[in-house]
């Protein structure tokens, strides 16, 4: 009694293996495409036009912040510029106007070899991927 349970449960097993474990190999290769065209359906029908890809929204937002923090670091070299031409000698205002200057200058070479290292990683990672679908499966 106990073989043929087993033998019976096994045989459902590997029943639901073929009709369940290949559909899902067979619409791996359409994944891509499918959420793509749910999303973009998705964004119509709620009015949104048509969807954006989350890289590029990541992308303009790495933009947005970049233009920020430069112009903030622009507002900070003038500060310094203009405090250092008023100091008009005075020790305490040139070393105030020096530490501003010095801190605007290395606050942007660290946002810039930021930049430069994530578009780097991204670069690589975007090539890789590229690479990767076009060879096709293995």
Do not use: C
């Amino acid at each position: 009694m106990t073989l043929h349970v087993n033998l019976r449960i096994l045989s459902i097993l590997l029943l639901l293996y073929f009709l369940i474990g290949h559909t899902g190999i067979a619409y791996a290769a359409n994944l891509r495409q499918q959420i793509s065209g749910q999303v973009s359906a998705g964004a119509e029908t709620a009015g949104f036009g048509a969807a954006k890809d989350p890289r590029q929204i990541i992308g303009e937002v790495v933009q947005i912040a970049l233009g920020v923090t430069g112009s903030v670091f622009f507002v900070l070299i003038l500060m310094a510029g203009y405090w250092y031409i008023t100091a008009h000698g005075d020790d305490a205002k040139v070393e105030k106007a020096t530490k501003t200057l010095r801190g605007a200058i290395i606050g942007l070479i660290v946002v810039l070899m930021a930049y430069s290292i994530t578009r780097f990683v991204s670069y690589k990672t975007q090539e890789s991927l590229y690479q990767s679908q076009r060879s096709g499966p293995p």
